[in-house]
């Protein structure tokens, strides 16, 4: 079974500090990657999708690393309002489903 | 404004009584699915459909079921729910191709007693 995992944390963290977190896939063969954030009881929403050659919008940077088959996010001057539970996503060509395994969840919380 | 659209928001229910949450999406997307999230297991594919008429089982397919019958509507239908089934659902619809992500609805809270 496809498998991809986060630390569930929860991390705290206090504000204005970098903050990184990992995600871990079994799936060499896999194509895509995303982190999403949810806000608690809120759905899921996509925060960025992460390029081989890694990514940055604003504070946030997504790097892949398919050598060691893993993805981060780095989160630079962390803001309170960046508490929440951040979702790696990966996809792959084929399998069951369609292709999307969501991990379970890595849990930030930022402090005054 | 883009978006999926589930209902009802909340909802409580007795076993055995059949229920229907509806979604719809105005981006035109091909794919939808439904997701189950409980605690401590994260996000589980129910179905999904790739187009009209299509849909297949995700990982957690039973005593569920769906149809596609228009691109924008894919209601999830429990013929008979039971307390296992007390969750929050959400939809989700995407293009397709490996560089989309999904976009979810609001989320149905699920209460079967």
């Known amino acids: 079974r496809k498998e991809v995992e986060q630390d569930p944390g929860p991390f705290n963290v206090p504000e204005g500090a970098t903050v990184a977190f990992n995600c871990t896939y079994s799936n060499s063969a896999s194509q895509s990657f995303f982190w999403y954030r949810q806000d608690c009881r809120k759905e899921p929403k996509l925060l960025m999708s992460v390029y081989s050659s890694g990514n940055e919008d604003g504070r946030f940077t997504a790097q892949l690393n398919r050598a060691s088959q893993y993805i981060s996010l780095l989160i630079r001057d962390s803001k309170l309002s960046d508490s929440a539970t951040y979702l790696c996503v990966v996809k792959d060509s084929g399998g069951g489903a369609d292709g999307l395994t969501f991990g379970k969840g890595t849990h930030l919380i930022i402090q005054p | 404004e883009a978006q999926v659209t589930q209902n009802p928001r909340y909802l409580i229910t007795v076993t055995g009584k059949k229920l229907t949450v509806t979604c719809s999406q105005n981006m035109n997307h091909e794919y939808m699915s439904w997701y189950r999230q409980d605690p401590g297991l994260g996000l589980r594919q129910i179905y999904y459909s790739m187009n009209v008429e299509v849909t297949d089982k995700g990982d957690v397919p039973e005593g569920y079921k769906v149809s596609r019958k228009e691109k924008r509507n894919f209601p999830l239908i429990l013929e008979s729910p039971s307390p296992n089934q007390t969750s929050l659902y959400f939809c989700?619809?995407?293009?397709?191709?490996?560089?989309?992500?999904?976009?979810f609805g609001s989320g149905t809270r699920l209460t079967v007693v």
């Open positions: 989700a619809s995407r293009d397709p191709g490996v560089s989309y992500g999904y976009t």
